[in-house]
């Protein structure tokens, strides 16, 4: 035999080109999988850069914006959602003598009030009643009511911006002047618009969207600053209303192959100017909102604006901000999951994008982040490659574990001290990748020795115990411990006779023709053999490895042995039987013997009643013979009691069953029926009742199967003899007089 190679030898130089060559092509995968499919890691980038928002969310500001919240209480208030027009405009009046600097409205008014009163009037003249109008009749339309507050006040009003409507959208209210590239063809499109009535929409000052951005785990991280429908680009409520409030006529478009940009490239946009402010944007107008929670921001409840219960730290709150009119309010569906809170109203997000912009405190993708990503990818990918090449897999799992802390601390501190989003999903992705393509040749370098445990001694020992060794090499020696084992034996009945006047090699080819398939049944079980006595088999669960439901396991594996008997008698003109006794119970296992030879194996009282239980399968003439402590653990097999018997060298009785079938059999109604039948019986049996017991199982003769014929008949032996000779005192048990 030759040597092998220890643990800590050096492994074949072509192996370990072959490790490289290997480590280098997954990283040349993940490379080209980075550049070219991006949003395979975008979900999990995301809530990564969610995370560092959590920790270190926007610095809190005094806000330009004041909320104007219709939440709950103002709809218990006053009623519920859609309120009157009147009750709006008496809103946009309030806001606009406290010297609110714009008012937007995130809500859109696409259907005439159903509460006006001139609707009122024409309903009541409909009906043919006579209706005198006042000299103003013209304020009953509560829509032309809001009109002219809005018309009075610098008022935006919101539209929605949709793919699903057929509604074309309004024209807009501001211009953008743009460089380059016409930024039609790269804004995100819209086929259609939720919009406000034409008498509003005219009145106001402004209009802009108020749709978010979509993702794939609805999670708002983005706003279009812009976007296009019906061919015109129209501008977000919140860059919108700061228009408004600043005076400014338009927006103006920075695009990236405008002159003097140079970017190169396929055109994009870089930011939008309103007023005097710059917004940076990525390539189509969206910019990343970078939230703060806002605490500082003031939020007037809507009924209490109405009512006038203001008071003058409220008023003061409205002068010289952006109001914001939107709603709390669960059931007005406008509640939206964002990085720092699973639930937030929509009207806060707009107000944190206009707090944000007038902060200058924005969330911004370097130009360089992605080749950057790239070559810190490819670096530490090298680095990864050469140790995990060299070294066992405990120090390659540290260099593992170092790189990907590394490059996280690095994407963590330019977002902390800079504000630049730089993944480090992709990166540390990568480098898993890598680690496990070159761990597991770097195992197969390391554990010849493993294998040349397996080589020599899987021929002989069950697979699991084999891999135990390999992996336990101390594990050959003496000793052993206390486990729970479900103890299987197995012989074939008749076998001195089946064998008579055979010649050694007939025999022995008739044994290994028998004994190969039950073996292999009992190994694909996940049983150990532990031994073979003759023509018997010794099998055992629940060690060296844990089995979950290894009764379960046995049972089944005895019932495929009684299959493969069956199939090799198909090929026979003289039947083979086999007897099953399966035992659950504690029992001493491991490497027993002397320190010149051992063997795997298990003793205890629970493996000698297992034997004692197997040769009672002949004496009841049953295929198989299980205890009460392996039946109890399997409820849904098809058991039938036996009997209780008080087996040779025990002293307790134990309660034996016979196997006849899986769950699908004992779901049978006749099988159901019988069990009835038979467990009333052995009732009738125990309490003595020897004549109705004696009825019972004539009965019970007529519908049993072939299996239980040889049961039943010493039955009616034994109710005869105690009809005969009734004992004095009866407790059932039967007393085994051989072993």
């Known amino acids: 035999m030759k040597p092998t190679t220890g643990q800590g030898a050096a492994p074949p130089s072509s192996l370990n080109r072959l490790t490289v060559l290997a480590g280098f092509m997954a990283l040349a995968i993940c490379l080209i999988g980075m550049r070219t499919w991006p949003a395979v890691t975008e979900v999990l980038t995301n809530q990564v850069f969610d995370g560092y928002q959590r920790l270190l969310p926007r610095t809190a500001t005094e806000p330009p914006v004041v909320v104007v919240d219709i939440d709950e209480t103002s709809i218990s208030e006053l009623g519920q959602w859609p309120w009157s027009r009147r009750g709006i405009a008496s809103i946009v009046d309030r806001l606009h003598e406290l010297g609110a600097a714009a008012i937007g409205f995130d809500i859109v008014f696409s259907e005439p009030d159903r509460l006006s009163l001139s609707r009122a009037v024409d309903d009541l003249r409909e009906q043919g009643a006579i209706v005198s109008l006042p000299p103003a009749a013209e304020e009953l339309d509560s829509d032309a009511f809001l009109a002219r507050a809005l018309s009075n006040a610098n008022a935006v009003m919101g539209l929605a911006l949709t793919d699903e409507g ?49 993702s794939r785990d609805n999670v708002i991280r983005a ?68 939230y703060s929670g806002m605490p500082n921001m003031p939020v007037i409840r809507a009924a209490d604006l109405i009512a006038g219960r203001m008071g003058a730290e409220a008023s003061a709150s409205v002068e010289g901000r952006i109001a914001l009119i939107g709603t709390s309010a669960v059931g ?55 140790v995990a090449s060299r070294s066992g897999a405990l120090l390659s799992s540290a260099a593992l574990l170092f790189l990907s802390a590394t490059l ?10 800079a504000q630049y989003l730089v993944d480090p999903v992709g990166p540390i992705a990568t480098l898993f990748v890598v680690f496990l ?70 025999l022995t080819a008739l044994i290994n023709d028998i004994l190969t398939p039950l ?77 010149q030879r051992f063997s795997y194996s298990a003793l205890g009282d629970s493996v000698n009643l297992a034997s004692r239980i197997e040769s009672l399968t002949k004496f009841y003439g049953v295929d198989i013979a299980v205890s009460e402590f392996t039946c109890e653990a399997v409820p849904n097999f098809a058991f039938l009691e036996l009997d209780l018997v008080r087996v040779k060298g025990r002293s307790a009785p134990v309660r034996l069953h016979t196997l006849l079938g899986d769950e699908t059999m004992a779901r049978r109604q006749e099988f159901i029926s019988l069990r009835q039948q038979h467990d ?60």
């Not at 309004?170 to 460089?179: C, S």
């Not at 049972?555 to 090799?568: F, Q, Y």
């Open 332 to 386: 007005l569906r406008d509640i939206v999951a964002t990085p720092i809170a699973s639930a937030m109203p929509g009207v806060n997000v707009h107000a944190e994008i206009i707090d944000q912009i007038v902060a200058g405190a924005f969330l911004r993708e370097p130009d360089w982040a992605e080749g950057g990503t790239l070559l810190a990818t490819f670096l530490s990918g090298v680095i990864l490659i050469g």
């Open 166 to 214: 057929r509604e074309p959208p309004p024209k807009p209210k501001a211009g953008f002047a743009y460089g380059g590239t016409d930024p039609r063809l790269y804004l995100t499109h819209f086929t259609s618009a939720v919009r406000n009535l034409d008498l509003l929409q005219t009145s106001a000052a402004g209009a802009g969207f108020f749709s978010f951005a979509t």
């Open 223 to 290: 706003m279009p600053l812009a976007a296009v429908a019906g061919n015109e680009i129209f501008p977000a409520l919140s860059v919108e209303t700061l228009r408004i409030a600043q005076g400014a006529s338009g927006f103006v478009i920075r695009t990236s192959d405008a002159s003097g940009q140079g970017g190169g490239g396929a055109a994009a946009m870089v930011d939008l100017r309103v007023g005097d402010l710059t917004v940076p944007t990525d390539a189509e107008g969206r910019m990343r909102i970078y």
């Open 680 to 739: 009333k019986f052995l009732h009738l049996y125990r309490e003595g009742s020897f004549t109705a017991a004696r009825e019972r199982l004539t009965a019970l003769r007529g519908v049993a199967p072939s299996t239980m014929v040889t049961l039943y008949e010493i039955y009616a032996e034994r109710l005869a003899s105690l009809l005969a000779d009734p004992p004095g005192a009866w407790d059932g048990v039967y007393v085994a007089r051989s072993k």
């Open 437 to 506: 393509i070159l761990t597991p040749l770097r195992l197969a370098l390391e554990n010849r020795e493993k294998r040349f445990v397996k080589n020599a001694f899987g021929r002989y020992l069950a697979p699991a115990l084999v891999e135990r060794l390999a992996n336990e090499p101390r594990a050959l020696q003496l000793g052993g411990e206390t486990r729970r084992l479900t103890v299987l034996f197995s012989d074939i009945r008749g076998f001195t006779t089946l064998s008579e006047g055979m010649d050694p090699q007939a």
């Open 519 to 595: 073996t292999d049944v009992l190994l694909q079980g996940e049983a150990t053999i532990d031994k073979y006595i003759g023509d018997a088999i010794m099998a055992f669960w629940n060690a060296p490895l844990d089995i979950d439901g290894h009764e379960e396991k046995a049972c089944r594996a005895a019932l495929a042995m009684l299959g493969v008997v069956e199939a090799l008698n198909s090929t026979r003109s003289d039947p083979i039987r086999i007897g099953i006794g399966l035992n659950t119970g504690e029992a001493c296992v491991g490497n027993l013997g002397s320190a």
């Open 408 to 417: 996280a601390t690095i994407s963590w501190l330019a977002f902390a001290r």
